[in-house]
């Protein structure tokens, strides 16, 4: 198996729309969460979300999108994307220019594009009853394409020439995790020399509120305590959407290129619960197996672990869930690993997440922090004994854990090391 490494990161996200920004507000803490304009409505019991800024996808017509001046997407291009597709592009475009790769570097048969999103209900409900009221040939010519799970790796494989492995991952808040974990894969067993791995999110009403008829968003109208995960309080968790896009290189190629390097892939491993639809194993008994997998195929030790991003949503039972699984793999270790949180901070990116979380252990690795878990007030009895930091720490954390959880019981755990 050879070594893979991740050489570039492109963000949208609540927190930043560039690497930069988005390591600053991590390292200091500052969360993107509003009470957002949309769910300002008598009817609608969820009254925060974590939007992007400098972005504004509201319009059916998407010639109509704003977005930062520095992107020139064509209006042909336009035509197929969902909102997530231009966030998806933009950082693509970040990924690129940030690992220094030139056209004839990802447009080739050994550089492949693995994507997670959960298509655009947006745009797909509107060309449903646009069809329905309308007729069936007013549905827009790419508004297939433009909206159902996929469109990502639809809209980036073809603007982008990739000619290698491509397709879309859908296990729910642990597909852009198990994309990931995929794209490893075939560069470690010499498929492919390069992948480009995307999570993106439209992060908007029609794919957040959604989730309040689960009672899985949380309620609260303070965006500073609206996502605690791990406290006592939480009661559900925030949404976002965005995107993040990692390019993943061969040891060859980083090599060949003299490519700088943010951190090696070292391995993953994944599990299922086996247990509920939508309701975590209650001893995280799924976690805890993807967790043992990814320190045994990556040949790491649990004692070697310092920091876990955790999944941690933010809710009362899915935060539990992963305590105790931590708990079960580190045991009641007062000082390793430390743990946290960033969803505290971003709120929950669904099928984005892993992806985007991967990239804060990238740059946390590369940095040198480790960004502490925000808004716990009062530490749930059950995390007692779990080194959860509060404050971001000043440290580089050798060897990383980086997890995720899905609809299902799907659960991924990502090894990242500092090289």
Known sequence: MGKVYITGVGFITSIGNHAAAVSENLREMRHGIVQYAPFQ????????????????TESLDAEDWLFPARYNIRREYLRGMAPHGVYAYCAMLQAVEDAKLTEADYSNPLTGLYAASAGSPFLLTNHVEKMRKQG??????????????????????????????????????????????????????????????????????????????????????????????????????VGTGGA???????????????????????????????????????????????????????????????????????????????????????????????????????????????????????????EGFMPGSAHITKLDPECEGLNIIRATLPNRPNAVLSNSSGFGGANVCLVLKST
């Open 136 to 237: 069936v040939m007013r549905c827009p010519p790419l508004g297939v394409v433009a909206s159902i799970s996929g469109t990502v790796n639809f809209n980036l494989v073809s603007q982008f020439k990739i000619k290698g492995a491509s397709t879309g991952f859908s296990s729910a808040c642990a597909s852009s995790a198990h994309a990931l974990g995929f794209a490893y894969d075939e560069i470690a067993l010499g498929r492919q020399r390069r992948m480009f791995v995307v999570g993106a999110e439209d992060g908007n009403t029609e794919s957040i509120l959604p989730f309040a008829g689960m009672r899985a968003l949380s309620l609260q109208t303070d965006p500073s305590i609206a996502s605690r995960p791990f406290d006592t309080a939480r009661d559900g968790f």
């Open 41 to 56: 409505k008598p009817e609608v019991p969820v009254k925060v979300a974590a939007p992007i800024r400098d972005f504004n």
């Open 244 to 366: 993040t896009v990692l390019v993943l290189e061969s040891e060859e190629e980083v090599e060949r290129r003299g490519a700088k390097v943010y951190c090696e892939v070292a391995g993953w491993g994944q599990a299922s619960d086996g247990h509920n639809v939508a309701i975590s194993h209650p001893e995280g008994a799924g976690l805890r197996m993807a967790i043992e997998n990814a320190l045994k195929y990556s040949e790491t030790s649990a004692e070697s672990i310092d920091y876990v991003n955790a999944h941690a949503t933010s809710t009362p039972i899915g935060d539990l869930s992963e305590a105790r699984a931590l708990k079960a793999i580190f045991g009641d270790n007062p000082t390793r690993p430390a743990i946290s949180s960033t969803k505290a901070l971003t709120g929950h990116g669904l099928s984005l997440a892993g992806a985007m979380e991967a990239g804060f252990c990238a740059l946390a690795i590369k």
